[in-house]
């Protein structure tokens, strides 16, 4: 069974451009959540998509914007990429009462 | 505003002994913590979930403990085994599924 699979492992963009990034979560889970976490620290909460609808959002610009599908694979876009966006960004698809399935992330490196 | 923390300091400790990984959070109400390992360049591994009802929970060689009086929660891994070296993280969720707040980590080496 795969579990959260993300596209691509790893990124180079330069400032200014605009990326996406991809999620299928894993088989059965139907809400998935994006994390940017930056080098040392903890993964930082973006959003939460459930039936093709943003559910919870961060504190994070509308620079980030994302979209759910309806076979509940996602993606997250960043537009104006600042160099301060580099970091590893993880998709997590969960069922209530349990823990998330994490991916492996993007890296991305914007220069 | 909503602060968690964790052990600050790496974690060193022989193989065989019991690791004791420490989680404090202020400001904050949540129904849920969970504890996650993270190795190097790869996601976070879901280990435990407790409930705010719940004081202990056990799986395997791991044991999480939550005080919701304190606001802290120990996570410890007896019988330690150089494999268990990662990073692991404490997050907490109001709301099962919800959006999850993480601390920073505390990386943890088990020397043989």
């Known amino acids: 069974d795969a579990g959260v699979t993300q596209s691509p492992t790893h990124l180079i963009k330069t400032r200014g451009q605009q990326v996406t990034l991809r999620c299928s979560p894993k088989?059965?889970?139907?809400?998935v959540s994006w994390y940017q976490q930056a080098l040392g620290q903890g993964p930082q909460f973006i959003f939460q998509?459930?039936?093709?609808?943003?559910?919870q959002r961060g504190n994070f610009p509308d620079r980030f914007s994302g979209h759910q599908f309806p076979n509940y694979s996602s993606e997250l876009n960043v537009n104006a990429l600042l160099l301060g966006d580099s970091a590893l960004y993880l998709c997590?698809?969960?069922?209530?009462?349990?823990?998330?399935?994490f991916g492996s992330g993007t890296r991305l490196t914007v220069v | 505003s909503q602060k968690i923390e964790q052990n600050s300091e790496a974690l060193n400790i022989q193989e065989g002994k019991t690791a004791t990984l420490t989680c404090n959070y202020t400001?904050?109400?949540?129904?849920?913590l969970q504890w996650y390992r993270q190795d190097p360049g790869r996601g976070p591994v879901f280990l435990l979930l407790?409930?705010?009802?719940?004081k202990e929970k056990r799986k395997e060689r791991l044991k999480v403990t939550f005080d919701t009086t304190l606001k802290q929660s120990l996570f410890h891994i007896t019988a330690s085994q150089p494999a268990d070296s990662a990073t692991y993280l404490c997050?907490?969720?109001?709301?099962?599924?919800?959006?999850?707040?993480f601390g920073q980590g505390t990386e943890l080496s088990v020397k043989p």
């Open positions: 407790i409930r705010e009802n719940e």
């Open positions: 998509y459930y039936e093709e609808e943003e559910r």
């Open positions: 997590a698809s969960s069922v209530e009462g349990y823990g998330y399935t």
């Open positions: 400001n904050y109400s949540p129904a849920y």
């Open positions: 997050a907490l969720d109001r709301q099962s599924g919800g959006k999850l707040i």
């Open positions: 088989s059965g889970h139907d809400t």
